[in-house]
Nanobody, 125 residues
Framework: QVQLVESGGGLVQAGDSLRLSCAASGRSFSGYSMGWFRQAPGKEREFVAAITWRGVRTDYADSVKGRFTIYRDNAKNTVYLQMNSLKSEDTAVYYC??????????????????WGQGTQVTVSS
């Protein structure tokens, strides 16, 4: 079992930056691939970014490529999402998730076994 807790959300203006954190506890965090997803009001939850357990491979949704960076610190059991040049369309609840395989960067939420409770990001234009 892995417990995930997101933090770092808030209200920012368009063009600002924000860094989300996801702290993991429980079973070995370093063996898991990690992903970030988001859900805007009235929309389906969507993939944002993912990273393998060694941090060698990453993947991003087209909508955030070049603006968002996912990275992790296995010594701190934490995965981060650095978000730059934020847009109003980035407004959503952001969730981190853990994939036990460790080797893939999965865009499908069905492949993730553990989820955090989410953190709200609101970008005003």
């Amino acid at each position: 079992q892995v417990q995930l807790v997101e933090s770092g959300g808030g209200l920012v203006q368009a063009g600002d930056s924000l860094r989300l954190s996801c702290a993991a506890s429980g079973r070995s965090f370093s063996g898991y691939s990690m992903g970030w997803f988001r859900q805007a009001p009235g929309k389906e939850r969507e993939f944002v970014a993912a990273i393998t357990w060694r941090g060698v491979r990453t993947d991003y949704a087209d909508s955030v490529k070049g603006r968002f960076t996912i990275y992790r610190d296995n010594a701190k059991n934490t995965v981060y999402l650095q978000m730059n040049s934020l847009k109003s369309e980035d407004t959503a609840v952001y969730y981190c998730a853990a994939d036990p395989t460790g080797w893939r960067v999965a865009g499908s939420e069905d492949l993730y076994s553990y989820w955090g409770q989410g953190t709200q990001v609101t970008v005003s234009s």
